[in-house]
């Protein structure tokens, strides 16, 4: 197929996974509309692996998620100290690869630009560093999250390293949380995706106070946890890192206007993320699957939707934000393990529905309930906002 040569209706920056996610839906749901995705890298997606439970994303919308599955499985495990547990929720797994390939098959011919930056940006064009100016009906930013003055929290941050093995691996699930490991740099886990018998894509990833990531390090000690499993590790092949913001308050009304001044916003970008778990891909889906019906999709339109979607979005996040202040403000950082490892103690439904971003308010009395898995002085210390100190998002954020 080839592009029509008239003006784009909707220029997408950013190819990763929210821009993505919109292309795919768009062309599903909305052939007529014209669509560029314009992205900085050689290929859409970057070098990154995406999990989600299956029960994240709703029946109607599994067939813009479908098509960049690589690896499905009917459970996982979590192992915490005194702890471990085999859960029934259906996980699943994408690539950027898969990603990249599924937005390209389901776009015209010229539709994606690649390998190109943007210089400049607003709501009805785009300037790029190649000289090229893209007038588009509308505009909507999708290139990730930037620094998060207006907020405070910690970092979810880690380095993953998918490892060739000699023999058999023995995993037949994911492992979504090893907490046994030495906890190091906050709450410390081990994160195991068996893509096949001799492959294993291992991930090293830690709560912490601060942003900073030691790459190396992280692959040596992947490393050793491998040689702890008893793997003989062959070779390894695709390596990511990333450095998420974990949302513990904020304003949302100073990050908005700072956030704004030009094209409408998505993803991470426009705060669309779990503010404890820093998962996306939940709202990412349902962002691009509304967006899909709208009637209108002018500049104007999108800048109103956007925005009242990053607002609702902010309102629905706020239990989260206080289990974030908690988890940071109340527990010492070696004992962070222990407010994840009492989550893991509740109901297959209750945890589903908190990694969805759809807790009821049940879910969060029962989460509440109870002894807490910190000092009861610190807990209620946090809650008041006079808890341990924690810091400020404006660090580099990068995924």
């Known amino acids: 197929m080839t592009m029509s040569s008239r003006k784009p209706d909707i220029a997408i920056l950013g190819g990763g996974l929210s821009g993505g996610l919109m292309a795919l839906a768009l062309a599903a749901r909305r052939p007529e ?3 560029v995705v314009i992205e900085r890298g050689e290929r859409l997606g970057g070098a990154h692996v995406w999990s989600f439970f299956a029960s994240d994303v709703a ?43 599924a937005v390209r098959a389901a776009l015209p011919d010229g539709a994606i630009h690649c390998g190109v930056e943007v210089t400049a940006a607003s709501a009805t064009s785009v300037t790029l560093d190649d000289g090229r100016t893209i007038k588009a009906g509308a505009v909507i930013d999708a290139r990730g999250p930037r620094a998060l003055p207006h907020m405070i929290g910690g970092w979810q941050k880690f380095a993953g390293r998918l490892l060739r093995l000699s023999a058999p691996h023995g995993l037949v699930r994911p492992v979504v949380m090893d907490a046994t490991v030495p906890q190091i740099d906050g709450y410390r886990f081990v994160y195991c995706l068996p893509f096949s018998d001799t492959e294993v894509f291992v991930e090293d ?26 793997w003989q590790v062959e070779s390894h092949a695709m390596d990511e890192t990333g450095v998420l913001p974990v949302v513990a308050g904020g304003d949302f009304e100073a990050f908005w206007r700072a956030a704004s001044q030009g094209p409408a916003l ?20 349902r962002f691009a699957s509304v967006l899909s019906t709208l009637d209108s999709v002018s500049a104007d339109a999108l800048g109103t939707f956007t925005r009242d979607w990053a607002a609702r979005h902010w309102r629905k996040g706020r239990f989260y934000r206080m289990l974030s202040r908690m988890l940071f403000g109340a527990a010492e950082p070696d004992q962070r393990w222990r407010v994840l490892a009492r989550h893991y103690g ?10 969805a971003g759809r807790s009821t308010r049940a879910d969060m009395m029962r989460v509440l309930a109870g002894k807490p898995p910190v000092p009861i002085g610190s807990a209620v210390a946090s809650l008041a906002g006079h808890g341990r100190p924690i810091g400020s998002l404006a660090g580099e954020i990068g995924s």
């Open 33 to 35: 509309l014209n669509v």
């Open 59 to 101: 029946d109607e919308d599994r067939a813009l998620v479908d098509p960049f599955v690589v690896k499905a499985w009917d459970g996982y495990d979590i192992l915490f100290p005194g702890r471990a547990r085999r859960l029934t929720t259906p996980y699943r797994s994408t690539t950027s690869t898969a990603l990249d390939r």
């Open 205 to 230: 990833t830690y709560y912490s106070d601060g942003p900073g990531l030691d790459v190396p390090r992280l692959h040596a000690r992947i490393a050793e946890y491998a040689a702890r499993r008893g």
């Open 266 to 285: 998505a993803g991470a970008r426009a705060g669309l993320f779990h503010p404890l778990t820093s998962y996306s891909l939940p709202d990412a889906v």
């Open 346 to 355: 509740l109901s297959e439904p209750l945890i589903e529905r908190f990694y």
